[in-house]
């Protein structure tokens, strides 16, 4: 491996240098089940003709001018997202950090007009935001945090899926928005309980804070449906985008709806490269083709079945803790830390993640058929059970 590159990654031995749909091949032509797409990025699979069509034409015609310009792609990219989430108007930037900083400085504004001096932000313990300073302070994960001191201030930080811990903070003047995720991703696919988010919606309301849902890993038809605040009937006031948007292409969004739609004015907040001709062309063929093949109901029917498959062969092994997960958002715990099952599987040819220390977690494009879907179950079954035949 070349010394060029900063250390910064664990890398896996393996390039890839191709790909069609869930399949990857690497330099030497083995192909692998890809069942982690990227970290919820490739939703569509690799080289999905669409993807690769509106890339090639855009690309051939208009790649980047400037936000000092109009973009109309960009427009209609808003249209589109506003008209699926509810939400009333984007900010588009070019990665999920990106889309949550706009989320904090859009709370931050929030908190000024209302006459808040220090306004400060709910986050959640094992929430991941980003690595940026600011969001970096808002995970909830002190690996990640360690080294970077001093954090920004104006976080506060509760346990995650306890909406009483969140109220014990009503009194607190300076709060003004929650950030949280409807399914944890890096945290470990924890799945909260049922009335959590209307829960966080009512007091939201009752205190004049934003709610901010970070569906980063979770949004873009993932979970079942676009986004996953959508099984619960509330509407978030903000919503950070990025990963399946692009489907690879660098393309994240910030939401926002009522009083935080018009939080920023020209000067406030920008990008050089957010947005531009490409991306949006990218992002748009996404929605499109997911649209069209109801890639957000495939993703639901897909992830019943795996999740059935999973608990019917190993829901009764000692050594797997709890299968749950919601679409194609998949999390497998076990008793036992098991990121060596990582590179297991990659000698196997299947792609997957361990997070959370002891949780496999399971991404797989929302494309994957029931052929794949069976391989992908028995493969794994196959390396659990023998990586878990010996006690913890
Ligand atoms: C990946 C992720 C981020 C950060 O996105 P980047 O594009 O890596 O900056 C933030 N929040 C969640 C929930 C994520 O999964």
Redesign the pocket.
Known sequence: MSDALMHNYGRQPVAFERGEGVWLWDTEGRRYLDALSG??VCGLGHAHPAVARALCDQANTLIHTSNIYRIPLQEQLAERLCALSGMERAFFC???????EAAIKLSRLHGHARGIANPTVIVMEG??????MA?LTA?GNAKIQKGFEPLVSGFLRVPYGDLAAIEQHAGNPDVVAVLV?PI???GGIRVPPAGYLQGIRELCDRHDWLMML?????GIGRTGRWFAYQHEGVLPDVL?L??GLGNGV?I?ASLARGKAASLFTPGSHGTTFGGNPLVCRAALAVLETMDKQDLPGKAAHMGEYLLAGFRQRLGNHAAVREIRGRGLMIGIELDRPCAELVGKALQAGLLINVTAERVIRLLPPLIISDTEADQLLDQLTELVQSYTATPA
């Open positions: 970290i919820a070019n990665s999920g950090a990106e889309a949550n929430s991941f935001h980003g690595r940026t969001t995970t995720e944890t991703g890096e970070d569906e980063i890993q979770a950070s990025a990963k660098p994240g």
